[in-house]
């Protein structure tokens, strides 16, 4: 064999222990970018878990909410029909703007 050949031949091995190598480092940040991808999507999944229950406590709180207001609107009609007092009036009034601008907010 020529020397040049020779030469050649570790040339090319030694390009071959450096793309083992860098094959190598590659593969590690693939493997270390594929865990980073599954912890993102367990978080994303625990966050849509939240959104879900999260809406569900506030579709209770309000209806319960509403079952209040109508329970206190009951009371103040049936306080002004046994008093006639103005003042039950605007208290239904004020309710009802409180109710109106909580109805546009949600729109």
Same mark, same amino acid.
């Not at 793309?19 to 993102?40: G, I, P, W, Y």
């Not at 809406?55 to 207001?69: C, F, I, P, S």
């Given at each position: 064999? $020529?020397?040049?050949? &020779?030469?050649?031949?570790?040339? +090319?091995? %030694?390009?071959?222990?450096?793309?083992? $190598?860098?094959?190598?480092? *590659? *593969?590690?940040?693939?493997?270390? +970018? $594929?865990?980073?991808?599954?912890?993102?999507?367990?978080?994303?999944?625990?966050?849509?878990?939240?959104? %879900?229950?999260?809406?569900?406590?506030?579709?209770?709180?309000?209806?319960? *909410?509403?079952? %209040?207001?109508? +329970?206190?609107?009951?009371?103040?009609?049936?306080?002004?029909? *046994?008093?006639?007092?103005? $003042?039950?009036?605007?208290?239904?009034?004020?309710?009802?703007?409180?109710?109106?601008?909580? &109805?546009?907010?949600?729109?």
């Amino acid at each position: 064999m $020529s020397k040049d050949y &020779k030469r050649r031949i570790a040339d +090319l091995c %030694a390009e071959r222990v450096k793309l083992d $190598s860098e094959n190598s480092r *590659l *593969l590690k940040t693939v493997a270390k +970018l $594929s865990d980073e991808r599954d912890r993102f999507k367990r978080e994303r999944d625990e966050l849509i878990d939240d959104i %879900a229950k999260v809406r569900e406590q506030r579709d209770e709180y309000k209806n319960k *909410l509403e079952y %209040a207001v109508d +329970l206190f609107v009951r009371h103040i009609k049936k306080r002004f029909e *046994l008093t006639n007092n103005t $003042s039950y009036i605007n208290i239904q009034h004020k309710l009802n703007k409180i109710l109106e601008s909580e &109805k546009e907010n949600e729109k």
